[in-house]
Nanobody, 124 residues
Framework: QVRLVESGGGLVQAGGSLRLSCAAS????????MGWFRQALGKEREFVAA????????KYADSVKGRFTISRDNAKNTLYLQMNTLKPEDTAVYYC?????????????????WGQGTQVTVSS
């Protein structure tokens, strides 16, 4: 059974930082591209960042470029999202996703597997 478990969310003031983690099990982690997505209250889920299986290819939404960094540790089956200079508009539930296709994940926001999400709240 595939499980993706996010952690690291919380309440932070604007300008602060958080590091999200996504622990994967039940799949060959290095065989999957991974991504972070978010859904704010009343809005659709949107793409945040993606990384290919090797970590050599990454993509970011324009809204987070230069502030967020996606990374992975294949030895630990874990995906990360370092979020700096957080803004109130970053408030959302953040989800990690796994897919065998980098383009499907990064372009079409489609994933084979999803985590349950972690809440990030940025106060002004």
């Amino acid at each position: 059974q595939v499980r993706l478990v996010e952690s690291g969310g919380g309440l932070v003031q604007a300008g602060g930082s958080l590091r999200l983690s996504c622990a994967a099990s039940g799949l060959t982690f290095s065989g999957y591209s991974m991504g972070w997505f978010r859904q704010a209250l009343g809005k659709e889920r949107e793409f945040v960042a993606a990384i290919d299986w090797s970590g050599s290819l990454t993509k970011y939404a324009d809204s987070v470029k230069g502030r967020f960094t996606i990374s992975r540790d294949n030895a630990k089956n874990t995906l990360y999202l370092q979020m700096n200079t957080l803004k109130p508009e970053d408030t959302a539930v953040y989800y990690c996703g796994a897919d065998r296709s980098y383009s499907r994940l990064a372009v079409f926001v489609v994933c084979d597997y999803w985590g349950q999400g972690t809440q990030v709240t940025v106060s002004s």
